[in-house]
């Protein structure tokens, strides 16, 4: 490897984390209105090992190299770019989905998907949080307009988007219901829950109503049953972008709303999350650290659906 060469972490077909390989690929150059970035730390999310290992979703056929969640230095800035120069410390999510690319040594992205990183927070904190912070943020805050008050239930409230929405949550006033396994409540109200419940053992569906707003990441019969405890003009936020019509169907019969949301980069949402972090208030729980040359090892232990938090490959 040399100054105009990089590691990344790439696949050439489809499968399980053992696809994944360490390869040497030019340092890209920043366009007009980007930043190239020197990547310290990079999130994982749920939608990595998804790409990997399945065909047909966004990315097309491999060889890709993966990874939307970034903090780092900025390097070098394109044409009219102000809002960076080099030397800044940085965080942000490369836009979903097509401008993947985080698990290597260097990335370019659009200046406006960046923020200035937290200074509370180191780069592997900071690297927890762009995508499931920014889904969680544009679910509850962009698109559920939630206010003080509002009751509202987020379903895996343990994972990575989850844990994300019972803190923004809370900074809004709303009285929150989380679900997880019970080996995860003590944590939940740690963050600060208000309720949490068991969904090996109690069906919520009959537990709570009343309710405001549901976000739900499971599947759409999870959905459809979380309906059930929505308020009259309540609304449902799914983070599963494909799906049937019926969810909204049966919204719509009942007297609802549910809608089906993507994430999207956004330099005000980072902000606003940045400060948050500053503050105390959004703190990133790390299930997990592995350097870049142990990413199948991580993609593998986020597999199993039992990390707590978030997973971040260090490249050092």
Same mark, same amino acid.
């Given at each position: 490897?040399?100054?105009?060469?990089?590691?990344?972490?790439?696949?050439?077909?489809?499968?399980?984390?053992?696809?994944?390989?360490?390869?040497?690929?030019?340092?890209?150059?920043?366009?007009?209105?980007?930043?190239?970035?020197?990547?310290?730390?990079?999130?994982?999310?749920?939608?990595?090992?998804?790409?990997?290992?399945?065909?047909?979703?966004?990315?097309?056929?491999?060889?890709?190299?993966?990874?939307?969640?970034?903090?780092?230095?900025?390097?070098?800035?394109?044409?009219?770019?102000?809002?960076?120069?080099?030397?800044?410390?940085?965080?942000?999510?490369?836009?979903?989905?097509?401008?993947?690319?985080?698990?290597?040594?260097?990335?370019?992205?659009?200046?406006?998907?960046?923020?200035?990183?937290?200074?509370?927070?180191?780069?592997?904190?900071?690297?927890?949080?762009?995508?499931?912070?920014?889904?969680?943020?544009?679910?509850?805050?962009?698109?559920?307009?939630?206010?003080?008050?509002?009751?509202?239930?987020?379903?895996?409230?343990?994972?990575?988007?989850?844990?994300?929405?019972?803190?923004?949550?809370?900074?809004?006033? #709303?009285? *929150?219901?989380?679900?997880?396994? +019970? @080996?995860?409540?003590?944590? $939940?109200? &740690?963050? !600060?829950?208000?309720?949490?419940?068991?969904?090996?053992?109690?069906?919520?569906?009959?537990?709570?109503?009343?309710?405001?707003?549901?976000?739900?990441?499971?599947?759409?019969?999870?959905?459809?049953?979380?309906?059930?405890?929505?308020?009259?003009?309540?609304?449902?936020?799914?983070?599963?972008?494909?799906?049937?019509?019926?969810?909204?169907?049966?919204?719509?019969?009942?007297?609802?709303?549910?809608?089906?949301?993507?994430?999207?980069?956004?330099?005000?949402?980072?902000?606003?999350?940045?400060?948050?972090?500053?503050?105390?208030?959004?703190?990133?729980?790390? #299930?997990? *650290?592995?350097?870049?040359?142990? +990413? @199948?090892?991580?993609?593998? $232990?986020? &597999?199993? !659906?039992?990390?707590?938090?978030?997973?971040?490959?260090?490249?050092?």
């Amino acid at each position: 490897m040399n100054d105009t060469t990089m590691r990344a972490i790439s696949q050439d077909a489809i499968g399980g984390p053992e696809v994944l390989t360490e390869v040497e690929l030019p340092i890209p150059s920043p366009g007009p209105g980007e930043i190239l970035i020197r990547v310290r730390a990079a999130g994982l999310n749920p939608t990595d090992w998804r790409h990997r290992g399945v065909s047909g979703l966004f990315l097309g056929e491999p060889p890709f190299v993966l990874g939307w969640d970034v903090s780092g230095e900025v390097v070098a800035a394109g044409i009219g770019v102000t809002l960076f120069e080099p030397g800044d410390e940085v965080f942000g999510m490369l836009p979903y989905p097509y401008g993947h690319g985080a698990f290597a040594e260097y990335v370019v992205g659009p200046t406006r998907a960046f923020a200035p990183k937290p200074v509370n927070l180191d780069h592997i904190q900071a690297a927890a949080i762009p995508l499931a912070a920014l889904t969680a943020w544009q679910a509850l805050i962009d698109t559920a307009k939630l206010q003080a008050g509002h009751r509202i239930l987020i379903h895996a409230a343990a994972g990575g988007v989850g844990h994300f929405a019972v803190q923004i949550a809370k900074a809004r006033g #709303a009285y *929150v219901i989380g679900t997880a396994s +019970a @080996a995860n409540h003590e944590f $939940l109200r &740690e963050i !600060g829950a208000d309720e949490t419940i068991d969904y090996r053992t109690t069906d919520f569906a009959e537990a709570i109503g009343n309710i405001d707003v549901v976000l739900d990441s499971i599947d759409d019969e999870n959905s459809l049953r979380s309906l059930r405890t929505l308020r009259p003009g309540g609304l449902l936020v799914s983070l599963r972008a494909f799906g049937t019509t019926e969810l909204a169907t049966e919204a719509k019969q009942l007297g609802l709303r549910a809608v089906r949301m993507l994430v999207q980069d956004d330099h005000a949402g980072m902000t606003a999350l940045a400060e948050l972090a500053d503050s105390g208030t959004l703190r990133p729980t790390i #299930a997990g *650290v592995f350097p870049l040359e142990e +990413a @199948a090892k991580a993609h593998a $232990l986020g &597999e199993t !659906g039992r990390t707590v938090g978030k997973l971040v490959l260090t490249v050092p």
